[in-house]
């Protein structure tokens, strides 16, 4: 290298106080303001099973609301709380938007798949184009159809029926 080359890299390059260099032209940094994505309402329906979930978000401070009770209250069980927050963690948008659920209909493990639904599809409502990739491919956004299997006639439910006796 020649002399001017050496001075021109001294020059982008400063060393902080530990010696490592770092350029004055930075990455957004995270105080930058949020992203399009996170500052709309959004609002749609999941379904689980027999349980029906409809799912209003707004953004806001991370609060959940389900038939006027909070999360922890309406789910004991972590895992259903855990169910019912996979989308926002899949996104990274924890704590971002407040949730408004009005659910019924199924179990709590149902009530759970379905404001999961709700709250994948809400999302995806608001921004397409950043969020479908992440949730399609995290199987966000497809309903569980499986349901319970009716009860046959002569069987004691849907597949069990009476000890087999050959004599």
């Given at each position: 290298?020649?002399?001017?080359?050496?001075?021109?890299?001294e020059?982008?390059f400063?060393?902080?106080e530990q010696?490592v260099?770092?350029t004055s032209?930075s990455?957004?940094?995270?105080?930058?303001?949020l992203?399009?994505?996170?500052?709309a309402?959004g609002?749609a329906?999941?379904r689980?099973k027999?349980?029906?979930?409809?799912v209003?978000i707004?953004?806001g401070?991370?609060?959940?609301?389900?038939?006027?009770?909070?999360?922890?209250?309406y789910f004991p069980?972590?895992?259903?709380?855990?169910i019912?927050n996979e989308?926002f963690a899949t996104?990274?948008?924890?704590?971002r938007?407040?949730?408004?659920?009005?659910?019924?209909?199924?179990?709590?493990?149902?009530?759970?798949?379905?404001?999961?639904l709700g709250?994948?599809?809400s999302l995806?409502?608001i921004d397409?184009?950043?969020?479908?990739?992440?949730l399609?491919?995290?199987g966000?956004?497809?309903?569980?159809?499986?349901?319970?299997?009716?009860?046959?006639?002569?069987?004691?439910k849907?597949?069990?029926a009476s000890?087999?006796?050959?004599?």
């Open positions: 290298m020649t002399e001017n080359a050496t001075a021109e890299v020059e982008t400063v060393a902080d010696g260099a770092y032209e990455e957004a940094s995270a105080d930058a303001p992203k399009p994505a996170t500052i309402p609002a329906t999941g689980r027999e349980a029906v979930a409809r209003r707004v953004p401070t991370g609060v959940w609301t389900i038939n006027g009770r909070e999360l922890n209250d069980n972590a895992l259903h709380r855990q019912a989308p996104l990274q948008l924890e704590g938007f407040d949730v408004i659920a009005r659910i019924h209909g199924g179990g709590s493990a149902g009530q759970a798949g379905a404001l999961r709250v994948a599809r995806n409502a397409v184009e950043a969020n479908r990739p992440e399609k491919k995290a966000l956004l497809t309903r569980d159809a499986r349901v319970v299997e009716r009860k046959k006639a002569g069987l004691k849907a597949r069990k000890q087999f006796s050959k004599r």
